[in-house]
C-alpha cells in the first residue's frame, strides 16, 4: 500500500484563504471588546447613572462623587481581567496541543488551530481527535465518551472515521483530516449546546452573589419609588431633600463593589496561578480548589517519578527469553511509560521473530498480545488478571516483588490463536513463562507535599491500576496516612460494595477507568468536594467528573482537554500551592463581602421603617460614599489579596450573612434611635444625618477591627489608614458632606449612642448566633428525620 501523501505549502495556504482551518469557533477567554463592554454595560451601573441624572435634575451636583467611585470601580475591573486575559492566553499557547504533521513530504508538529481541511495527521495513544478524521493506516482503540457518554473503546482500523472530541486508548494510526473547525463534530455539538443555552455551571459562590444582586436589583426600583412618594408627599419633604435621600437610599442598598471585586479576586487567583505554570481553563474551579477535602491521586507520575525502569525478567519457565523479549519489544513504538522502559531495557538490536499480528495494550482487558507465527502468540499483562485462579501458581516469586512497590507484568505463551475481537483470555491456556518487574523512584516532595495535605485536613485517596499491595508500599514510602487501608477493586462487584471501600480504604489497586468514576461519584455522593489528580488516557473519565480535575501537561493530551487545571511543569509538588490560591480567594472574597452587605442590610431596614413610620431617610448620598470607601471599598480589596488558607466551610451566603448581619443590625438599631431622638426632641436634620454618620462610622471600624484580627503589619496599617481616613475625612470635608457642628444636646445623644455601639455589637452577634445555632440543629433534626 502506498504511503500517505500529506499536503504541500501551496494546498495549505489555498485552505487557508478558503477558511478551512482548525481554528476553534470561540476563544477560551473573553475578547478584550467583551471585558469592556461586560463591566461597563452592567444594570447596577445603569442605576448609578439614572441616579445621578436624578441629582443632577434637582441641582444636587455634589452628591453625584459616588460617581467617582464606580468609575474607578469599573477601571480597576477591567485593568485586572486584560492583564489576566493576557497572561491565560499566552499559557493556554505555551499548552496548546501539538500534532505530528505530514506536509510538503516531511512531518513536523503542528498547532492543533494550524491545521486544514485534508492535512495526513498522526495519533497515537492518548492523543485527542483535534478534528474529523479518517483512518489511512494503522489501527487503534478510540474512545467517544466526551462525546457520546458510552465509554467503551471502539475499534477503528483503515476507512474508520474519527470524530473530533475523542482520543485514542491504545494503537497508533494515520489519518487524513475531513471536517475542521466549526465544521468539525465537537464544534456542531458546542454550538448546538450553546444555542440551547447550556453553559459551564457556575460554582456555589456565584450562583449565590447572583441571587442575591438579582434579588436586591428587583427590589430597587418599587422601594426607590415608595421611599420618593413617602418623604415628598406624605411627609412634605421638599423635592431636593426628597431625591437626595432617596438617592442615599438606594444607593446604600447597593452592593457596587461586591460582584466587581469577586470578579478581580478570580482573575487575580488565575494570574497567580498563571505565574506557577498552572493553566486554569474554567474560573469556577478556582472556587472548587477552596473546597477540596478529597484529593484522589495515580501512584505513577504522582506520588513516583513518571519514568519507569524495568528490572532482570524472573523466569517461571523453560523459554528463550532473551530472543522472545527483543522480538516483543524491539519493533514496538511505545506510547507509555511502561511500553518504553521495556522496550529500553529488552528491545536490543538482533534476531527478531517476523510478527503475524498484535493486539495493542488496552486498559479494558489489561494485556497486549503478539502472534509470532510459528514461534507462537505471547501475551503481557498484569499477573492476577491474566492468571485468574491460576496466580498461585507464581505467588511465592511475586509476593517479594510486590512486597518492594515493584509494578510486575506477566509474560505467557497463549496456546490458542489471537481473539479477535480482543476480550478475556482462558487462563487455562497460559503457559506462564517469567514475571517482568518494574519500578519507579518516589518523587523526592512527595512526602512534603502529602503532609501538607494530612495537615490541611485533606484526604488522600489514592487510585491506581497496579497491583494494590504495591500500591501500598509505595504510598506508605510517601508518608500517605491509611496506606495500609487497601483494597482491590477488582473484588468489588457492585457499586454499593465500591461505596463502602471508598468510605474505608486509602488506596484502590487493579482499578479500571469506569471504577476510578464511579470511585469519584462515591466520594461526592458522602459529601466530600473531589479533586482529581491524572495524566493518562485511564483518568479520563475521572477527571471529567471530579469537581476539579487537574492534569499534567506531560500527559495525555486527552486529560489536559477534560481537567479544569493543567500543572504545565507536570509537578505534583504544585498541588499545595494551587489548593492554597483557591482557599485565599474564596476566604477573602467570603471576609470582604460581609462588610458590603453589613451597609445593604441597614440601609434596607432604615428604608422599610421609612416606609413606615413617618421618619424621613437620614443620610445624604456623599455621606455613604466617605462610609462605603472608608469601611468597605478600600479594606475590601486590600484584604481580597491577603493570605488566608483554612478550609472553606458551609455555604457562602449563609457565611457572609452570618458575619454581617450583627454590624448591619447595630448600625439599624443606633440609627434607628438616633431618629426616635430626632423626632422626639426636634433636631434638625443636619444633625440626625451627622449623628448617624459617625454613628456608622464607629461601628464600620468596630467591624472592621474585629475582621482584621489577627493583626499583622498590613492588617493594622489598614485599619489605622482606614481610621484615620474617615476621622479625618469627617472633619475636613464636614461642609461638603453636609455634616454641621453639634450643640450641647445633639452632642449628648451622640455620647450616649456612640458608647452603646459596642454592647449592642455584642448582643447582636450573640443573638444572631444563637439563631444560626438554631437553626442549624432544626436543619439536622428535620434531615434525620427524612432520613
Not at 548 to 566: D, K, T, Y
Not at 670 to 687: I, K
Amino acid at each position: 500500500m502506498a504511503s500517505p501523501k500529506g499536503l504541500s505549502s501551496a494546498e495549505v495556504a489555498q485552505r487557508q484563504q478558503q477558511g478551512k482551518t482548525n481554528r476553534p469557533p470561540k476563544s477560551p477567554t473573553k475578547t478584550a471588546g467583551e471585558i469592556v463592554r461586560d463591566n461597563l454595560c452592567t444594570y447596577f451601573n445603569l442605576v448609578f447613572v439614572v441616579l445621578a441624572v436624578m441629582l443632577a435634575s434637582v441641582g444636587s451636583w455634589l452628591n453625584m462623587g459616588f460617581l467617582g467611585v464606580v468609575f474607578c470601580n469599573t477601571l480597576i475591573g477591567i485593568a485586572q481581567q486584560l492583564r489576566a486575559k493576557k497572561t491565560i492566553d499566552e499559557l493556554t499557547l505555551v499548552s496548546a496541543h501539538k500534532v505530528r504533521c505530514l506536509r510538503d513530504d516531511t512531518w513536523n508538529l503542528c498547532l492543533s488551530e494550524e491545521l486544514v481541511q485534508d492535512d495526513v495527521v498522526e495519533f497515537g495513544a492518548g492523543d485527542q481527535i483535534v478534528a474529523d478524521a479518517v483512518v489511512l493506516e494503522g489501527s487503534a482503540q478510540v474512545n467517544e465518551s466526551l462525546i457520546t457518554g458510552e465509554a467503551r473503546a471502539v475499534p477503528k482500523t483503515v476507512g474508520g472515521e474519527l470524530r473530533s472530541g475523542s482520543f485514542l486508548m491504545a494503537g497508533h494510526c494515520i489519518a487524513r483530516l475531513t471536517r475542521v473547525g466549526e465544521e468539525s463534530y465537537a464544534s456542531k455539538l458546542t454550538a448546538a449546546a450553546q444555542a440551547d443555552g447550556h453553559k459551564v455551571a457556575k460554582g456555589e459562590m456565584m450562583r449565590a452573589l447572583d441571587k442575591l444582586i438579582k434579588a436586591i436589583g428587583l427590589g430597587l426600583v418599587p422601594v426607590g419609588i415608595l421611599l420618593f412618594w413617602k418623604q415628598h408627599w406624605v411627609l412634605a419633604v421638599d423635592l431636593r431633600s426628597s431625591v437626595e435621600s432617596v438617592v442615599a437610599a438606594l444607593i446604600g442598598m447597593i452592593p457596587e463593589g461586591l460582584y466587581l471585586l469577586t470578579s478581580v479576586a478570580l482573575a487575580v487567583g488565575m494570574l497567580r496561578l498563571a505565574r506557577r505554570r498552572v493553566l486554569t481553563q474554567d474560573m469556577n474551579c478556582i472556587e472548587t480548589l477552596a473546597r477540596v477535602d478529597v484529593l484522589c491521586v495515580d501512584k505513577t507520575g504522582t506520588i513516583t517519578e513518571s519514568t519507569m525502569e524495568a528490572d532482570d525478567p524472573v523466569p517461571l519457565g523453560a523459554a528463550p527469553l532473551e530472543d522472545l523479549l527483543r522480538s516483543y519489544y524491539a519493533a514496538e513504538e511505545p506510547d507509555n511509560d511502561t511500553g518504553r522502559a521495556l522496550k529500553a531495557r529488552f528491545g536490543k538490536e538482533g534476531h527478531l521473530w517476523p510478527v503475524t499480528g498484535q493486539i495493542p495494550f488496552n486498559t479494558a482487558y489489561k494485556y497486549s498480545a503478539k502472534s509470532f507465527g510459528e514461534e507462537g502468540v505471547y501475551v503481557v499483562g498484569a499477573p492476577d488478571v491474566l492468571a485468574g485462579p491460576r496466580a498461585d501458581e507464581f505467588r511465592a516469586q511475586l509476593a517479594p516483588l510486590l512486597a518492594e512497590g515493584r509494578r510486575v507484568l506477566l509474560l505467557a505463551r497463549y496456546h490458542e490463536p489471537l481473539p479477535d475481537p480482543p476480550g478475556a483470555l482462558d487462563p487455562a491456556k497460559l503457559e506462564f513463562l517469567a514475571l517482568l518487574p518494574l519500578q519507579n523512584k518516589i518523587r523526592a516532595n512527595a512526602p512534603k507535599t502529602f503532609a501538607y495535605f494530612a495537615g490541611q485536613g485533606v484526604d488522600i485517596k489514592v487510585i491506581s491500576g497496579d497491583d494494590p499491595q504495591a500500591v501500598s508500599h509505595v504510598a506508605a514510602q510517601a508518608g500517605i496516612a491509611g496506606a495500609d487501608r487497601w483494597v482491590d477493586a477488582a473484588s468489588l462487584h457492585n457499586d454499593a460494595e465500591l461505596e463502602a471501600a471508598a468510605q474505608r480504604c486509602t488506596v484502590f489497586g487493579r482499578v479500571t477507568p469506569e471504577q476510578k468514576r464511579k470511585l469519584v461519584h462515591a466520594l461526592q455522593k458522602q459529601g466530600h468536594t473531589v479533586a482529581m489528580t491524572g495524566d493518562g488516557v485511564n483518568d479520563v473519565l475521572a477527571l471529567k467528573d471530579a469537581d476539579c480535575g487537574i492534569a499534567m501537561a506531560s500527559g495525555a493530551q486527552a486529560a489536559s482537554q477534560v481537567a479544569q487545571l493543567v500543572l504545565l511543569d507536570s509537578d505534583f509538588a504544585a498541588l499545595p500551592d494551587v489548593v492554597a490560591e483557591g482557599r485565599r480567594v474564596i476566604n477573602n472574597i467570603q471576609r470582604s463581602a460581609s462588610l458590603f452587605l453589613v451597609k445593604n442590610i441597614f440601609s434596607l431596614l432604615l428604608s422599610l421603617v421609612a416606609l413606615c413610620l413617618p421618619l424621613a431617610y437620614p443620610f445624604q448620598p456623599l455621606q455613604l460614599s466617605l462610609l462605603s470607601a472608608v469601611t468597605i471599598g478600600l479594606p475590601s480589596f486590600v484584604l481580597a489579596l491577603e493570605p488566608n488558607y483554612e478550609l472553606v466551610r458551609g455555604k457562602f451566603l449563609h457565611n457572609v450573612l452570618h458575619a454581617a448581619l450583627p454590624g448591619g443590625l447595630t448600625d439599624f438599631l443606633l440609627v434607628f434611635c438616633a431618629q426616635g431622638f430626632a423626632y422626639a426632641f426636634d433636631l434638625s436634620a443636619d444633625a440626625l444625618g451627622t449623628i448617624s454618620t459617625l454613628l456608622v462610622l464607629e461601628t464600620g471600624l468596630i467591624v472592621l477591627f474585629g475582621i482584621c484580627r489577627p493583626f499583622n503589619a498590613v492588617r493594622g496599617a489598614l485599619w489605622g489608614s482606614c481610621t484615620i481616613l474617615g476621622l479625618g475625612g469627617a472633619v475636613i470635608f464636614a461642609p461638603w458632606l453636609e455634616l454641621i457642628p453639634l450643640d450641647l444636646g445633639d452632642t449628648l445623644v451622640l455620647v450616649v449612642l456612640a458608647a452603646l455601639v459596642l454592647p449592642v455589637l455584642h448582643t447582636a452577634t450573640c443573638t444572631v448566633d444563637r439563631l444560626w445555632n438554631l437553626g442549624r440543629r432544626l436543619r439536622d433534626h428535620g434531615r434525620k428525620k427524612t432520613a
